[in-house]
Structure formats: structure tokens, C-alpha cells
């Protein structure tokens, strides 16, 4: 079963915000979302994670809405070197260690 | 900072030989996991360890095998390697429960 729900691809101009949606209508309360990014020929890296309130690192914002079940990963500033596929993943905390990654988003940053 | 470590970036290797794929991390993790990516499939998991000696089915663990024998070495193993298996294997390790993966950089395995 589908947990999340991302588009394909989508392109950003550089040096603008980036804004990748993320639908998890079946979100459980207990539930987090997290985000991890994979670079071409590299292991996934994760950015961020949150449970109900809205988060910020040094990589990124991510925004959850009130009802839970969607969220948006916000670059802020795009840099060629964002060129990634971005996952949306919801882990489950009486399954959590069978961590599923779909396809993800193919975010492209052009110049 | 965190280090996976895989042994091997490339392999190629024949129908029915055994491979073995090494993984180390250096960060004290109890949790290691090994993936594999295919195009349009996403990665999915095989095999995952919390433990040493301990270890848990993940969604496609057939014809794979697992063993960790210590905490910072978690290998895989296909007894007979078919042509299926070629892919990008993945080993990742992580802190507690809701930790956060660190992944090694992939060991794109050819079975010819």
C-alpha cells in the first residue's frame, strides 16, 4: 500500500524556493514524516523530519498541515547542487524498521 | 560524522557464485539495513539487524541471507547469485527507533 503520494518530477529555477508536496491522507496520529534526498551514484541523505509542527534545519523547512495528511519540503534557496529525487516517507511506529521508499520526486535545478 | 562504509562500488559476478557484500559503520548504531534499488521500484528492504546475531526479514529477503556478528558489520549474502539480483544494494545504519538512516554509497552488483 501507497503511504505517500508525490509528483514524478518537477523543475526549479536556481536560486528560488523549491516546494515539493507531499500527500499521506492515512497518516496515524503517532506517525512522523520524514524526508531523504538521493544525488545521482549516492546513498540516500536524510534532510528532515516532523511530527505535527512545522520544521526548520539548516537544509530545509517542512511544513505539515493542521490535518496531518500533507505536507511540503521547502528548499529555499534551489542550488544546482539539489539535483535529486526526493522521498516522502511515513514511518510507522509498530512497523517502523520496514522503512519503504517509493519512486519520489525528481526535483531538477536549472541555471 | 557518521560513516557506511561498503566494501565494493562495483561488482560483476557470475550466475550461481556467492557474494558477499560488506557493510561497516562507525557510529555505534544498533540498527543496520540493507536495500535494494531498481529503476522505478524505489529502494526496498531486505534484510534489517538491532542487534548482534539478531536479524529480520524486510520486504524481498529471498535469496538473501544476512549475518552480523558484530555490532558495526552487517553483511549480505546470496548464496547463488541469478541474474535478478543484478542491482544497487544499499547499506544503511541508524540510532534508536525513530533514528534517522545514514546510508553507504551503494554497491552496484552485475550478475552476468
Known amino acids: 500500500d501507497a503511504k505517500t503520494t508525490q509528483p514524478t518530477s518537477m523543475d526549479c529555477a536556481e536560486g528560488r524556493a523549491a516546494n515539493l508536496p507531499c500527500n499521506h491522507s492515512t497518516i496515524s496520529g503517532n506517525e512522523y514524516v520524514y524526508w531523504y534526498r538521493q544525488i545521482h551514484s549516492q546513498g540516500p541523505q536524510y534532510i528532515i523530519h516532523g511530527l505535527k509542527n512545522n520544521e526548520t534545519n539548516e537544509m530545509a523547512s517542512l511544513i505539515i498541515t493542521e490535518d496531518r495528511k500533507s505536507s511540503t519540503l521547502i528548499l529555499p534557496h534551489a542550488t544546482l547542487r539539489d539535483t535529486a529525487v526526493y522521498y516522502c516517507i511515513v514511518r510507522a511506529k509498530s512497523n517502523d524498521y520496514k522503512l519503504s521508499f517509493g519512486a519520489g520526486t525528481t526535483v531538477t535545478v536549472r541555471a | 560524522d557518521v560513516k557506511v562504509t561498503q566494501s565494493s562500488r562495483y561488482l560483476v559476478k557470475r550466475t550461481g557464485e556467492k557474494v558477499f557484500l560488506e557493510c561497516v559503520q562507525d557510529?555505534?548504531?544498533?540498527?543496520m539495513f540493507w536495500y535494494r534499488q531498481d529503476p522505478g521500484l524505489g529502494l526496498r528492504l531486505i534484510y534489517f539487524s538491532y542487534d548482534v546475531k539478531m536479524k529480520e526479514k524486510g520486504d524481498i529477503p529471498e535469496g538473501y541471507s544476512v549475518s552480523r556478528e558484530k555490532k558495526e558489520r552487517f553483511s549480505l549474502i546470496l548464496e547463488s547469485a541469478s541474474t535478478n539480483q543484478t542491482s544497487m544494494y544499499l547499506c544503511?545504519?541508524?540510532?534508536?527507533?525513530?533514528?534517522?538512516?545514514?546510508f553507504g554509497e551503494g554497491s552496484r552488483l552485475t550478475v552476468l
Open positions: 544503511a545504519s541508524s540510532l534508536g527507533f525513530l533514528g534517522e538512516l545514514f
Open positions: 557510529m555505534d548504531h544498533e540498527n
